[in-house]
């Protein structure tokens, strides 16, 4: 093992140690995944079947990209948060989004720079209510999920939105309470509107001073949003 790999493990909470052992055996597991239909498509020779193990192929990179985007941090290194959901709601499109005709709007004005910690409890919770949005969004009216991050007032805002029918019934399930503890986790808490035109889920938790970054090189919304389609 290397010194910069030995020394990446011990930086990791003992509590997160078996969590990152877990995603590294399933990241192998992609891969060896992604390696066999390979070679599935490389010796066929039709076609249709080719075309199809190909789409596996793109899918499975999809999933991987999405496992590895969420995995625990190693350290307390900055993490752009914008950047990171960015990245996120892609592979979720390319894993299965938009074969089911759900499009994945993004709105993001500014970098958002945060703990490593603080940014990942924050991904995992916007990866689930993506994830529970999608099962919601309306696909006769074009399905769309839509995903928003700010800085206001002290706090980060992020929201998730589907264009589904009104819930007149809220049942928290498993993802619910997980999401719930997730939040609590950074001190935030999470918002649940449910209207005629879909569903909105907002999770708002305290910013950090210098929190901010101004940053020439970031994306604005509307290319982020091309990149997605």
């Given at each position: 093992?290397?010194?910069?790999?030995?020394?990446?493990?011990?930086?990791i909470?003992?509590?997160?140690?078996?969590?990152?052992e877990?995603?590294?055996?399933v990241?192998?597991?992609?891969?060896?995944?992604?390696?066999?239909?390979?070679r599935?498509?490389?010796k066929?020779?039709?076609?249709?079947?080719?075309?199809?193990?190909?789409?596996?192929i793109?899918?499975?990179?999809?999933?991987?990209?999405?496992?590895?985007?969420?995995r625990?941090?190693l350290?307390?290194?900055?993490?752009?948060?914008?950047?990171?959901?960015?990245r996120?709601c892609?592979?979720?499109?390319?894993?299965?989004?938009?074969?089911?005709?759900?499009?994945?709007?993004l709105?993001?004005?500014?970098?958002?720079?945060?703990?490593?910690?603080?940014c990942?409890?924050?991904?995992?919770?916007?990866?689930?209510?993506?994830?529970?949005a999608?099962?919601?969004?309306?696909?006769?009216?074009?399905?769309?999920?839509?995903?928003?991050?700010e800085?206001?007032?002290?706090?980060i805002?992020?929201?998730?939105?589907?264009n589904?029918?009104?819930?007149?019934?809220?049942?928290?399930?498993?993802g619910?309470l997980?999401?719930?503890?997730?939040?609590?986790?950074?001190?935030?808490?999470?918002?649940?509107?449910?209207?005629?035109?879909g569903?909105?889920?907002?999770?708002?938790f305290?910013?950090?001073a210098a929190?901010i970054?101004?940053?020439?090189?970031?994306?604005?919304p509307?290319?982020?949003s091309?990149?997605?389609?």
């Open positions: 093992m290397s010194k910069s790999s030995q020394t990446a493990i011990d930086q909470d003992e509590s997160l140690l078996y969590i990152t877990l995603l590294h055996r990241s192998n597991e992609y891969t060896g995944a992604i390696s066999f239909a390979s599935l498509a490389g066929s020779e039709n076609v249709e079947t080719k075309n199809s193990l190909h789409e596996i793109n899918y499975l990179h999809a999933l991987a990209a999405a496992h590895h985007i969420l625990p941090p350290g307390n290194e900055l993490v752009d948060l914008s950047e990171n959901i960015t996120l892609r592979a979720m499109a390319l894993a299965g989004l938009e074969k089911r005709g759900i499009r994945v709007h709105a993001l004005t500014e970098s958002i720079v945060l703990d490593a910690s603080r990942w409890h924050a991904s995992l919770i916007v990866a689930e209510l993506i994830s529970n999608s099962r919601h969004a309306s696909l006769a009216r074009g399905g769309c999920v839509c995903v928003s991050i800085a206001a007032l002290g706090r805002v992020c929201r998730v939105s589907d589904g029918s009104a819930c007149t019934t809220f049942r928290p399930g498993v619910s997980v999401v719930n503890t997730l939040a609590e986790e950074i001190d935030g808490c999470i918002e649940r509107r449910f209207g005629n035109c569903t909105t889920i907002t999770l708002s305290p910013s950090e929190s970054a101004a940053r020439s090189d970031f994306r604005s509307a290319s982020v091309r990149e997605l389609r």
